[in-house]
C-alpha cells in the first residue's frame, strides 16, 4: 500500500471516491464544484490538499485538507475536510493512517491544530476519532448562503 499526493491522472480513480463519500452523506455535489475541487486540490497556489492510499494502481482511499489562518494562534490550522475509505477496505486502519499522513504534513508544515467534523451518526467514524483525537464538545452552526 502506497499513500502519496494526488495526481492529475488520479482523477477518474479520485471521482470514484468523491461519488462514494457524497454518497455515504446522502449529498449529491454538481459536477462542475467536483471538477473545480480537484483542481483546487493539484494548484500549488492553493491551500487545499489531498492524499491518496493506493493500492495495486487502485485508490481505495483519500483524505482532503485545507491549512488556513487562525485568531487563536500565531500558526496556521488544518481542516480535515474530507476523509473516505472505500467500504471493503475499512476496519483495517486505512482510515487511522490516512489521518496520521495528515498529522505528518501538518508537522512538517509548523501546523498548530488539526481538527475535522463528522456527522453524529457515523458511529464507526466516531469511533476512529475518538481513539486518534479529542472531542472537543463544540456543536456546529450554519447558514447555507447562496
Same mark, same amino acid.
Request: with cysteine; charged share 25%.
Given at each position: 500500500?502506497?499513500?502519496?499526493? @494526488?495526481? #492529475?491522472?488520479?482523477?477518474?480513480?479520485?471521482?470514484? %471516491?468523491? &461519488?462514494?463519500?457524497?454518497?455515504?452523506?446522502? /449529498?449529491?455535489?454538481?459536477?462542475? #464544484?467536483?471538477? #473545480?475541487?480537484?483542481?483546487?486540490? %493539484?494548484?500549488?497556489?492553493?491551500?487545499?490538499?489531498? @492524499? /491518496? =492510499?493506493?493500492?495495486?494502481?487502485?485508490?481505495?482511499?483519500? !483524505? &482532503?485538507? +485545507?491549512? &488556513?489562518?487562525?485568531?487563536?494562534?500565531?500558526?496556521?490550522?488544518?481542516?480535515?475536510?474530507?476523509?473516505? !475509505?472505500?467500504?471493503?477496505?475499512?476496519?483495517?486502519?486505512?482510515?487511522?493512517?490516512? +489521518?496520521?499522513? /495528515?498529522?505528518?504534513?501538518?508537522?512538517?508544515?509548523? +501546523?498548530?491544530?488539526?481538527?475535522?467534523?463528522?456527522?453524529?451518526?457515523?458511529?464507526?467514524?466516531?469511533? %476512529?476519532?475518538?481513539? #486518534?483525537?479529542?472531542? =472537543?464538545?463544540? +456543536?456546529?452552526?450554519?447558514?447555507?448562503?447562496?
Amino acid at each position: 500500500m502506497n499513500f502519496r499526493n @494526488l495526481k #492529475v491522472e488520479d482523477f477518474p480513480k479520485w471521482l470514484e %471516491l468523491w &461519488h462514494g463519500y457524497q454518497s455515504f452523506y446522502k /449529498v449529491e455535489i454538481k459536477s462542475s #464544484v467536483s471538477e #473545480v475541487t480537484f483542481e483546487r486540490l %493539484l494548484n500549488t497556489d492553493e491551500n487545499m490538499y489531498c @492524499l /491518496v =492510499a493506493e493500492e495495486n494502481g487502485l485508490l481505495i482511499g483519500m !483524505v &482532503h485538507y +485545507i491549512y &488556513h489562518r487562525s485568531t487563536w494562534t500565531e500558526g496556521n490550522y488544518c481542516y480535515l475536510q474530507d476523509l473516505y !475509505v472505500t467500504p471493503s477496505k475499512r476496519s483495517k486502519g486505512l482510515g487511522r493512517k490516512l +489521518i496520521e499522513c /495528515v498529522y505528518t504534513e501538518a508537522e512538517k508544515n509548523n +501546523i498548530s491544530r488539526v481538527y475535522w467534523l463528522t456527522h453524529e451518526t457515523n458511529y464507526p467514524g466516531r469511533s %476512529l476519532y475518538d481513539d #486518534v483525537a479529542d472531542n =472537543a464538545g463544540f +456543536i456546529q452552526y450554519r447558514k447555507n448562503i447562496g
